[in-house]
Every structure is written in C-alpha cells, then in structure tokens.
C-alpha cells in the first residue's frame, strides 16, 4: 500500500505562484506519478504526470507551459511548480500514483490540497 501526502496549497492571486508536494511512502521504478484537479461542480480533470524512472513528463491542455512537475527521487517526492496563476485553476488538487509505468488507471490517491486563486 502506498500511501500520498500532499502539500503546498493555499490562497494566491492571479498570475502568482504557488508549488505543490506530494510525499510517497514508497514507490517502484517503473511507477508513474500524476497531478489531478477538481473545481466545485466539475469533472475531475488531469493535471500531469511523471515516470518515477526517466522522468518523462506529459501535461494537460490547460496547464501547458504554465505548470511543472519534477521528482525527487531521495525523497521519493513529486512536485508541481504552478506559475500565471489564473482564477479557473482553483480546485482541490489530488496526488495520484501507479506501479505501472503506463496506464489509465490510478492506484494510490492522495487526500487533496485546495488551490484558491482570486482575481
């Protein structure tokens, strides 16, 4: 059982920053980690993701050239680094982990860190 914890949310205003963490009590090398968000009324919507072993990134439409993951692999720590910061991006934004490399399913979520940007 993995376990996700996430950290980093707050209050911003638009077109500020904000980094997210997410801490795994222990991942594979072949997982795969992923950013999730979902806003009041709306779909859970993805974010991004990494491959624990290359580091190969992938990222939402809408966060594209705005949002970055990294990894720390001695901490087994994944981050989202947030910057231009709009007011449609509040959501409560969830950690997701998977032991395959590959895949449209999610194991392992994390319980959620809200994400409030004013305008």
């Known amino acids: 059982q993995v376990q996700l914890v996430e950290s980093g949310g707050g209050l911003v205003q638009a077109g500020g920053s904000l980094r997210l963490s997410c801490a795994a009590s222990?991942?594979?090398?072949?997982?795969?980690m992923g950013w999730f968000r979902q806003a009041p009324g709306k779909d859970r919507e993805f974010v991004g993701r990494?491959?624990?072993?290359?580091?190969?990134?992938m990222y939402g439409d809408s966060v594209k050239g705005r949002f970055t993951i990294s990894r720390d692999n001695a901490k087994n720590t994944v981050n989202l680094q947030m910057n231009s910061l709009k007011p449609e991006d509040t959501a409560v934004y969830y950690c997701?982990?998977?032991?395959?490399?590959?895949?449209?399913?999610?194991?392992?979520w994390g319980q959620g860190t809200q994400v409030t940007v004013s305008s």
């Open positions: 997701a982990a998977d032991s395959h490399l590959y895949g449209s399913t999610w194991a392992y």
């Open positions: 222990a991942l594979f090398s072949n997982s795969r």
């Open positions: 990494i491959t624990w072993s290359g580091g190969i990134t």
